[in-house]
């Protein structure tokens, strides 16, 4: 009695199981507590408008999307990551806002033969030496947008910095691209304690580059952080005697919490990125409509790479009809990035990471007074990141 | 190094040190008098921000919002002592420990619910947005002066409360030795209730005055429990004295490392070395004075008389 009942149950998982196998399964690993969930709200907003305009399918083959959190933290990120592969059994991992997550979580997917998709985090040595068939980028390598900035700041004449960043993986890469392409001197550097528990009173770093006597100063804070620097910027004045240039600061996430505070002085100021809600093309105009439509404000750049994301795995499961065992012809579709992206069309290089434009946003009123970025400048066309020499595939 | 510059960065330390101290007083004023380990008082210094957000715009005014959310704050503390601590004071501190630990996830998940997951900025009043100017190479923001001030009231406040009221007598008293002032007729649980919400209150109002600098969020409380455990560790558990020089020093030490340790480092290695080094010792900096204090004095630097 015992056993066949046992053999019932059996049958009917293996026949469960069956069922499953005919949709693809994506698991979505972003930040969903702590102060990093603001940006992972995004994210995951941007996933289910994605879905929805995919109609749940990708060609006639069902998707599913698993979200997991990472907590803002390698270990808790590698864990979900684990997860996801092991007890989900998912095809696609996705998502990633932060490259110490990344880092360590790539093993797990790439060991396990899944794909692996950032939809922000880009450190350099998965753009270089750690490069792999199975990860794509839907965003960018970390150095390349404080590249861009940096060439903003030599065609401004600028001759100084000072910098401040958080200190972690991607925080080391912003610095190392702005001091890559900017001519001038850089007065002094600070990196600050990141992390679940990170520094957000920067009132020592600030008192120092007022010190420093340098023209400008470079920050990169993204999510919570950004807020809390930018109004501690403001407050201890300095935006007159020391102009602030940031790259993933000034941004969506950041902005309507400035508005709230009033912060007027942020209008005006710039950034570089590779997308914008701006962007003249259909899927984009689409996207920030109707993602403004479903949650009332503007999609971050986090959201714009996210639902890339999503398209660039459906097109990928669309071109192999949903047979996830020929991972030769995934790859191939994967590559091709035959979707039409919000930031436009781009191509992919031999470390599977986008040779794309990269513009500057400058923060401007809407029509309806909301606090927004446009375009009004393209510093690089089809750019490459500084690592792809680096990366062994061809 | 010039004095503006260095006397800048020691107001930033005392700013910094303020309110570590208000954290660390509830925490030492529970842990001393009650014996019992509070994690979740990261939450109410959460919790005292998000009321105080919220009821800014609702009134317009930081800080009539301020005023407002003290006492509400205070009232959360009270439901905490009320319908969790009090059963938890006969059990040992591994129990308490677990159960403030749940109450970490269930504050910050209610918390969660009720205000999203994106933080809160607070907009601050025209007149506290400026600076003041004291020499051409010292310019402070005024909102710093004001947490400062506010900060320095309040620790005076909590001294007289703790010295020269009949309060404090009944709470000095229940910090010696809790069974005797019980056996005096004192009436111990109404005074658990008082000191918890005390505490809540001053982790409140830390929680509001960072909020307009930084902003009020779920995870706001992670970045300073521990170092106010380290404050409580290092002034010796149960002691206000102790809480307040040790949040000081603690204070002064974590802004002054981190605004001159990379010069100092550039003094004897590489420019470059000295950058890269610098912020890692600076992160630890307070770890290594909590061990050098416990190495020497082992119950902290003011450990109280009886205990």
New interface residues.
């Given amino acids: 009695m015992k056993y066949r009942l046992l053999s019932v149950a059996a049958a009917a998982a293996m026949a469960m199981g069956h069922v499953h196998a005919a949709g693809v399964k994506i698991g979505f690993v972003t930040t969903?507590?702590?102060?990093?969930?603001?940006i992972?709200?995004d994210m995951e907003n941007a996933v289910n408008l994605a879905m929805e305009h995919l109609g749940g399918k990708a060609g006639n083959v069902p998707l599913e999307v698993v979200f997991a959190d990472d907590g803002?933290k390698p270990e808790v990120g590698k864990q979900s990551t684990d997860r996801l592969v092991k007890q989900d059994n998912v095809d696609f991992v996705a998502g990633y806002i932060w490259s110490h997550v990344l880092l360590a979580s790539r093993k797990s997917v790439l060991d396990a033969d899944k794909f692996l998709i950032s939809a922000n985090a880009g450190p350099s040595p998965m753009a270089g030496k750690l490069c792999h068939p199975n990860f794509f980028s839907t965003s960018w390598q970390n150095d390349q947008t404080p590249m861009a900035l940096g060439e903003v700041l030599n065609q401004k004449g600028v001759k100084s910095v000072y910098i401040m960043a958080p200190?972690y993986a991607a925080g080391k890469d912003m610095v190392a691209g702005v001091e890559r392409t900017f001519k001038g001197k850089v007065l002094g550097?600070?990196?600050?304690?990141w992390g679940?528990?990170?520094?957000?009173?920067f009132?020592?770093?600030l008192?120092?580059a007022?010190?420093s006597g340098a023209e400008a100063l470079f920050v990169f804070y993204p999510g919570?952080a950004a807020?809390?620097f930018a109004?501690?910027y403001?407050?201890?004045?300095l935006t007159k005697s020391l102009p602030l240039y940031s790259v993933f600061t000034i941004d969506a996430i950041s902005l309507p919490?400035?508005q709230?505070?009033?912060f007027e002085s942020v209008l005006g100021s710039r950034t570089t990125q590779e997308w914008d809600p701006s962007l003249d093309n259909a899927a984009n105009k689409r996207f920030v409509s109707d993602f403004k439509k479903k949650y009332g404000h503007y999609p971050s750049y986090y959201g714009a790479q996210s639902y890339d994301a999503i398209m660039l795995i459906a097109s990928a499961v669309k071109a192999t009809g949903g047979n996830m065992a020929d991972k030769d012809a995934v790859r191939k579709a994967l590559k091709s990035a035959n979707y039409d992206s919000v930031r436009g069309k781009y191509t992919y290089g031999n470390n599977n990471f986008p040779i794309q434009n990269f513009y500057l946003r400058e923060v401007v009123k809407d029509s309806d007074g909301v606090w927004t970025t446009k375009v009004v400048d393209t510093v690089y066309r089809n750019h490459q990141d500084s690592y792809a020499a680096e990366c062994e595939m061809k | 190094m010039?004095a503006?510059?260095f006397i800048?960065?020691v107001l930033?330390?005392l700013?910094?040190g303020l309110l570590l101290f208000l954290v660390a007083s509830g925490l030492t004023l529970v842990f001393g008098i009650m014996d019992f380990v509070n994690l979740a008082h990261a939450s109410l210094y959460m919790v005292g921000a998000m009321i105080c957000a919220s009821v800014t715009f609702v009134v317009d005014s930081f800080l009539w919002a301020i005023v407002i959310a003290l006492p509400l704050t205070a009232l959360v503390g009270w439901a905490v002592e009320r319908f969790v601590a009090r059963k938890l004071y006969a059990r040992d501190h591994l129990d308490q420990v677990l159960a403030t630990f749940g109450l970490i996830l269930v504050l910050?998940t209610s918390a969660?619910l009720i205000w999203?997951?994106?933080?809160?900025?607070?907009?601050?009043p025209e007149w506290l947005?400026?600076?003041v100017t004291l020499s051409e190479?010292l310019?402070l923001?005024r909102?710093?002066l004001l947490i400062i001030g506010a900060g320095l009231s309040a620790a005076g406040g909590l001294f007289w409360l703790v010295n020269y009221t009949r309060l404090g007598m009944l709470i000095r008293a229940g910090a010696s030795n809790r069974r005797m002032a019980s056996a005096l007729g004192v009436n111990i649980e109404f005074l658990f209730s008082v000191v918890f919400a005390l505490g809540a209150a001053l982790a409140g109002l830390a929680g509001m005055l960072?909020t307009?600098?930084?902003?009020a969020?779920?995870?706001?409380g992670?970045?300073i429990i521990?170092t106010a455990f380290v404050v409580i560790i290092v002034g010796g558990i149960g002691s206000m004295k102790g809480a307040f020089i040790a949040a000081m020093l603690i204070g002064m030490i974590d802004?002054?490392g981190?605004?001159f340790l990379?010069g100092f480092f550039a003094l004897f290695m590489s420019l470059e070395a000295a950058?890269n080094s610098a912020?890692?010792v600076s992160?630890m900096l307070i770890y290594i004075i909590m061990a050098v204090v416990l190495a020497f004095k082992p119950a902290g630097l003011f450990p109280p008389k009886v205990r």
């Fill in positions: 969903l507590t702590t102060g990093g969930a603001v992972g709200k803002f200190n550097k600070d990196l600050t304690k679940a528990d990170a520094q957000l009173d009132s020592a770093e008192a120092k007022r010190d919570a807020g809390a109004k501690q403001h407050q201890a004045g919490k400035l709230d505070a009033k | 010039d503006a510059l800048m960065q930033n330390g700013q910094l910050g969660h999203g997951p994106q933080g809160i900025a607070v907009p601050l947005r400026g600076q190479t310019i923001p909102y710093r960072i307009p600098i930084t902003e969020s779920l995870g706001m992670n970045s521990i802004t002054l981190r605004a990379d950058e912020p890692a992160a």
